[in-house]
């Protein structure tokens, strides 16, 4: 039975790509429907894939890029003039600490009201370590990754699948213990070799990872590269065992 279903809303990065959206992600469960980053092109892409947008509960920011967060604005411009029907149950923002300062921010440029949709919004800034429920059985949690000062990974669990969601981030054993085991990690594959002193992900460092943590699948995504798919997969499958996706805008995947 499926028990987490994801939607790529965004494989691309802050490059413009005519198939790419900047990096986003919606996961659904049977508790819970959160919207992982919010990048440039990813609040259409909610209605261009048919996700429940509208029944959003979640919205997890793993840092404070804009391509990872630049379309916070028009997410809650959304919110408070696209709703088709009425909402009373709240939203919820799981954040890197730090959130309220990008928030002051978007409300000194926008205007305070733009932030306040009618149905309550609440906010939780998590520390590396930190979780939340999602319902009764399923959880959120969170891991620092090697990118900026705030930057985290997610894991969410339900009570019989996993799915991990890298964020921006360098290599890092300790990830690789945070994601064991998981259904799916979905990953960053930024470059083709690895950069010293940039904090991203090669394909050899994304396999990596996959591989240590002995996840089920791996799904690559957030290239700065051109992606050639059959020899992407290839190289990916010369350091992980495990089945490969290359991820692209509109791809759905079920646990």
Not at 37 to 59: F, K, N, Q
Not at 99 to 110: E, P, S, T
Request: aromatic content about 10%; some cysteine.
């Amino acid at each position: 039975m499926t028990t987490i279903k994801l939607t790529i809303l965004g494989s691309g990065t802050s490059v413009p790509d005519a198939s790419r959206n900047s990096a986003g992600y919606f996961v659904e469960t049977q508790n819970a429907k959160i919207m992982l980053d919010c990048g440039a092109g990813t609040v259409h892409a909610l209605a261009r894939y048919d996700v429940a947008w509208e029944e959003m509960t979640h919205l997890f920011i793993s840092h404070f890029h804009v391509d990872h967060a630049g379309e916070l604005a028009s997410l809650f411009q959304a919110f408070r003039y696209g709703m088709r029907g009425e909402r009373t149950s709240p939203l919820t923002i799981v954040a890197p600490l730090g959130l309220d300062r990008v928030i002051y921010g978007l409300k000194h440029a926008f205007g305070e009201r733009l932030f306040t949709p009618a149905f309550p919004v609440q906010f939780r800034l998590l520390p590396p370590g930190g979780h939340i429920l999602l319902g009764r059985t399923d959880r959120l949690s969170v891991a620092k990754t090697p990118h900026t000062e705030e930057s985290l990974a997610v894991r969410i669990d339900t009570s019989n699948a996993s799915l991990c969601y890298t964020g921006d981030t360098d290599y890092s054993e300790e990830l690789a213990a945070f994601f064991s085991k998981a259904d799916l990690l979905v990953s960053e594959c930024s470059f083709r070799e690895r950069r010293e002193g940039v904090p991203h992900l090669s394909i050899m460092d994304a396999a990596r990872i996959a591989s240590e943590a002995d996840v089920r699948r791996l799904v690559v995504t957030h290239f700065y590269f051109d992606v050639n798919e059959p020899a992407l997969k290839s190289e990916l499958e010369n350091n992980y065992s495990g089945e490969v996706l290359i991820g692209k805008d509109g791809m759905c995947i079920e646990i």
